[in-house]
């Protein structure tokens, strides 16, 4: 850490990892079981607690707490992880908590922006290049697949599961799953469309945009049951697209549902 600056006012346990190139501000906290990836940035008033992982290249804005144990009553101590990946920001006052012995430790990928106010609980994963607009809160054990996009003010029911490449609008209430390439809005929560313009943007071809609307208009446009849809899809396309029979897999394994 030859080449790390640490402010004076902060304090750095001497066990703490903390890589060459890191910038640590004013007032920061930093326990003894925690690495600090090279050339990150600890703005001011951030608190690494014991079990957090900070990649490569992140920046941590003031009052942000990562690896604060987990709010959960059957949490006794156990040492447990808060991961956070590379080139990740998180904003002000985003709170990662470590994982309990259910999983053993709560993730954020590579290359997100979690924005200011935005909880993500013990035992979650979040994928690559997520986004998490402001005040959303991520109840324990949801999963939110890479290139997911989760609007403002959202909240998400414990277990709850957000697939990849998903979208969900502002101030909604998650209570099942949205499956994945899906654009959810309006109150109830529903599946308006894919997740076109998105998918477009990331490289995705016509065809296989084509290919995952016409997937979803079977099963959510044809007045049939997901059990019975997604039959009907598979009687009438034999071998589907990765990209669908990933979709597929996702609304099978659902044990919350998924929204419609």
Avoid at 155 to 181: E, L
Avoid at 235 to 260: C, D, M
Wanted: hydrophobic share 40%; net charge neutral.
């Amino acid at each position: 850490m030859s080449s790390s600056v640490i402010h004076p006012s902060s304090v750095v346990h001497p066990d703490a990892h903390i890589a060459e190139g890191v910038t640590i501000g004013p007032f920061c906290s930093v326990a003894a079981n925690v690495v600090v990836g090279a050339r990150t940035q600890l703005r001011s008033h951030v608190v690494l607690d014991d079990g957090a992982r900070i990649g490569a290249d992140c920046v941590l804005y003031p009052s942000v707490v990562v690896g604060a144990p987990p709010q959960d009553l059957k949490y006794a101590g156990e040492p447990t992880l808060a991961i956070v990946g590379d080139r990740t920001t998180l904003r002000e006052g985003v709170t990662v908590n470590r994982g309990t012995t259910s999983s053993g430790r709560a993730t954020v990928g590579s290359d997100c922006l979690i924005m200011a106010y935005v909880h993500v609980a013990h035992d979650c994963s979040v994928g690559d290049n997520v986004i998490i607009a402001n005040g959303v809160q991520l109840g324990g054990h949801v999963e939110v697949g890479s290139w997911a996009i989760i609007g403002g003010l959202t909240g998400i029911h414990q277990f709850c599961r957000v697939g990849a490449h998903s979208m969900i609008g502002a101030c909604s209430r998650v209570v099942k799953d949205v499956p994945p390439y899906a654009l959810c809005g309006k109150e109830p929560l529903s599946v308006e469309g894919i997740n076109a313009v998105g998918l477009r943007r990331r490289g995705f071809s016509d065809a296989t945009v084509r290919a995952i609307d016409e997937f979803y208009t079977v099963l959510l446009r044809s007045g049939l049951n997901t059990t019975d849809g997604l039959r009907a899809y598979e009687s009438s396309y034999a071998s589907p697209l990765p990209e669908v029979a990933e979709a597929i897999a996702f609304i099978r394994s659902s044990k919350r549902g998924i929204y419609r």
